[in-house]
């Protein structure tokens, strides 16, 4: 049986960018981060997990995951 997407590092990429999201809607949710800190963060993230997808690598996606938790951190 072969799988959609064979490329682990697409599963791994996809992945990581849900973790990111689910950080920020944690972050928007508990109110540690506003709107503009949002924005800012999805503009990175989405990007990069879509060129991580895009060139099967997951070092873009791992970057746009760390940009999330530093802008966290940041505002903590």
């Given amino acids: 049986m072969s799988s959609l997407i ?6 791994l990429s996809l992945l990581l960018g849900l973790v990111g999201g689910v950080r920020l809607w944690t972050m928007a949710i508990s109110g540690i981060a506003q709107l503009p800190h949002i924005l800012a963060a999805l503009t990175l993230l989405i990007p990069l997990v879509l060129l991580g997808v895009l060139i099967q690598r997951v070092w873009p996606a791992a970057v746009g995951l760390v940009i999330v938790v530093v802008i966290e951190l940041s505002l903590s």
């Fill in 6 to 11: 064979p490329n682990r590092s697409v599963w």
